[in-house]
């Protein structure tokens, strides 16, 4: 299976305020490359949010600007490509409302919610949660809210679940984002 997972952490409750974003790139089941950035969302931090991820504004102070990091990932938005992320109406969210809040073209592809195929195929886990399945699944998350972490163990969940069930339950799981 062909996908990329993607993660996003954000400044506040706001959803266009995304601070870093991390995508895991898979070709055949394998990982085959991994982004990572933070994001200068230029909007005001809230303590809930960073006590959760960590990540402050003094973090952020530099780094780029949306705007600067779609030219770089939006080859991987294309109507064949498959977005995968745990909670994805989370994630796609972020990116649509990111993209609208700069004037940019909000983008249609595919997209899977592993919360969703992990619901369906692991009915027996007490949640979830991107870290229970992990734990369950001997999937290793190393720093849990870390973008790039998260997006690694999302693509391990599905790298799993490809390996140990039939194709087309996983497909059926595949919709389209508009």
């Excluded at 974003?21 to 809930?48: C, G, S």
């Excluded at 989370?90 to 595919?110: C, E, H, Q, W």
């Excluded at 001997?138 to 809210?145: C, E, F, P, V, Y």
Aim: net charge negative; proline share 3%.
């Amino acid at each position: 299976m062909n996908f990329v997972a993607i993660d996003f952490e954000t400044a506040n409750n706001q959803r266009a305020s995304a601070c870093s974003l991390a995508l895991t790139v898979v070709r055949d089941n394998k990982v085959v490359d991994e982004f990572y950035t933070l994001i200068n969302p230029e909007t005001d931090f809230n303590y809930r949010n960073v006590d959760i991820h960590g990540i402050h504004e003094s973090d952020v102070a530099d780094a780029p600007t949306f705007p600067e990091i779609w030219p770089v990932i939006k080859q991987f938005f294309t109507k064949d490509q498959l977005v995968v992320a745990h909670n994805n109406s989370f994630d796609n969210s972020v990116l649509a409302r990111t993209l609208m809040r700069y004037g940019l073209t909000v983008p249609i592809y595919k997209t899977l919610d592993t919360v969703k195929t992990c619901k369906y195929l692991f009915p027996e886990f007490k949640n979830h949660k991107l870290n229970t399945v992990c734990a369950n699944l001997g999937i290793r998350l190393h720093h849990h809210h870390n973008a790039l972490d998260d997006s690694l163990a999302c693509a391990n969940i599905l790298i799993y679940q490809q390996e140990h069930f039939d194709d087309e339950v996983i497909k059926s799981f595949i919709k389209v984002k508009k």
